[in-house]
């Protein structure tokens, strides 16, 4: 029975991914700030796997905490239920990116924001459960990097520095586990339509459609997809990067 836990599941990429592995019998913990929301998915959960009428996984629980909140972290893994604590997948998905803004327009306190967010919150996720992946000998982290994490664009700065250092950081681990048979996968998506993109402009709507003129952006499900995928390649497989892009993005 394959359980795993899901950061920023209570939208968007991660909500998508939680009703997916649902669907196919998982057990999730669906984990983000907004309880309601988490609520929400938790109950899509729910209605997936009774609908895919299978007689395993089927356990949905969801935990409030804001990854970029080391306090919150210390702690975590007791408020996961005794009997879900044997995690197989750790989908690191929560990150957003706030302000297009020039490198001397940048907030300080945005900037600590993101990389507490996108960087440190998801260390320290993975240094939590790394050494019970050591332990059992098996574990797939899953990290969500970005096009961003790639290259860089103007007015990007600090989110793209974000993705990069998950970039990295995913490559290094990967690299620190290749004699053991725990797997480390980075997916790279291109432009998603989610509520990231109102939360970059602001929530401007219309500016966040503007990026989109001309293009058919890829939608959560996309990326579901090609995490569930990754996740179950047999064993000895594994799916170091996945760069998914729409097919008019270049
Ligand atoms: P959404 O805004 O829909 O989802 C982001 C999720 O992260 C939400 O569930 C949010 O939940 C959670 N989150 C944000 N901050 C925190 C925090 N401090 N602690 C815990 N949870 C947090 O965006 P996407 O689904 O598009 O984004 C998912 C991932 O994909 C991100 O890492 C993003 O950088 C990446 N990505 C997105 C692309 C896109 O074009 N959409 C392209 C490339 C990568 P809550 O507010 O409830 O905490």
Known sequence: MTTVLITGASSGIGAATAVLFAKGGSNVI?????????????????AAHKEAGLQHGGKFV????????????????????????????LVNNAGYVVGVDKVGDLSLD????????????????TQLFIKEFKKRKSGHVINLGSIAGREAYAGGSIY???????????GSLM???????????EIQ?????????????????SAADKVYEGLQPLVAEDIAEEIVWAAS??????????FVLPVNQA
């Open 160 to 170: 793209c520095a974000t993705k990069h250092a998950v970039n990295a950081f995913t």
């Open 110 to 125: 945005n900037m600590e924001a993101m990389f507490a967010t996108n960087v440190f919150g998801l260390i320290a996720l």
């Open 30 to 46: 669906l984990t983000a700030r907004r309880a309601d929301a988490l609520q929400k998915v938790a109950d899509e959960c729910t």
């Open 189 to 205: 998506p291109g432009m998603v339509e989610t509520e990231f993109s109102v939360i970059r402009f602001k929530g401007d709507k």
């Open 62 to 89: 969801t935990i409030q905490i804001d990854v970029s909140d080391r306090s919150q972290i210390n702690g975590f893994l007791e408020r996961i239920p005794v009997d879900l604590r044997e995690i197989d997948i």
């Open 175 to 185: 690299r620190e586990l290749v004699d053991t048979p725990i797997r480390v996968t």
């Open 233 to 242: 390649r047999p064993p000895h497989v594994n799916l170091a990067e996945v």
